[in-house]
C-alpha cells in the first residue's frame, strides 16, 4: 500500500479518561480557545466548527460528562484538529 504525502494516520481512542469532564463541549476541542485552526492558515470559529458535526446551539455548551454517547464524536474532533 502507498500512502500519499497529504496522509496522516491518526488513532481515536475508545477512553473517555483523557477528556476532561467538566469542559464545555466547544472548548475541550477547542483547546479553550476561539478558533481552530483548520488547516494552510485557516481556522474558524470554534463553535462553528463544532457545529458542522452536530453539537448545535445548547448542545455546544454541555459539559463532556454530559453526553451520551457523543464523546466519541468528541475524540473524532479532537483528531481533526490535530491540538
Known sequence: MTVCH????????????QLNPH???????????????????????ARNYVAQFGFKGQDQQKRVHQLSGMWVTIRILLLLARR
Open 6 to 17: 497529504l496522509v496522516r494516520l491518526g488513532y481515536i481512542s475508545q477512553s473517555r479518561e
Open 23 to 45: 469542559s464545555m463541549v466547544w472548548a475541550e476541542v477547542a483547546g479553550e480557545s476561539e478558533t481552530i485552526p483548520i488547516g494552510n492558515g485557516v481556522s474558524m470559529p
